[in-house]
Nanobody
């Protein structure tokens, strides 16, 4: 079962987008989620994560204060609100499920995530 990211698009610098992450055929409402992004020739990099239980949120330094991760358990959907977008935010954004037992210091490790699906393209340019 894979998660499906959606909501990407093209915006100007300073603009906003809200990404959504959902799964079909399976519920992940009792598991943490994370967002990563990737640009050609670079490794997939951590953007944000929300843990379960507790719902604590964690961000890459580059997006702190601009991005907000949240979830709607009733809809089993995780969101990434992106404000004040910058050209360096351009990339394909992916969501994934945090592997059980992942400690806080490992949340940024792409190897601690499963159920990757197709990402959604975000392009920020003037």
């Amino acid at each position: 079962v894979q998660l499906q990211a959606s909501g990407g698009g093209s915006v100007q610098p300073g603009g906003s987008l809200r990404l959504s992450c959902a799964a079909s055929g399976h519920t992940f409402s009792r598991q943490g989620k994370g967002w990563f992004r990737q640009t050609p020739g670079k490794e997939r990099e951590f953007v944000a994560a929300i843990r379960y239980p507790g719902g604590s949120t964690h961000y890459a330094d580059s997006v702190k204060g601009r991005f907000t991760i949240s979830r709607d358990n009733a809809k089993d959907t995780t969101y990434l609100q992106m404000n004040n977008l910058k050209p360096e935010d351009t990339g394909v954004y992916y969501c994934a499920v945090v592997r059980a037992g992942t400690i806080l210091s490992s949340l940024r490790d792409v190897g601690r995530y499963d159920n990757w699906g197709q990402g959604t393209q975000v392009t920020v340019s003037a």
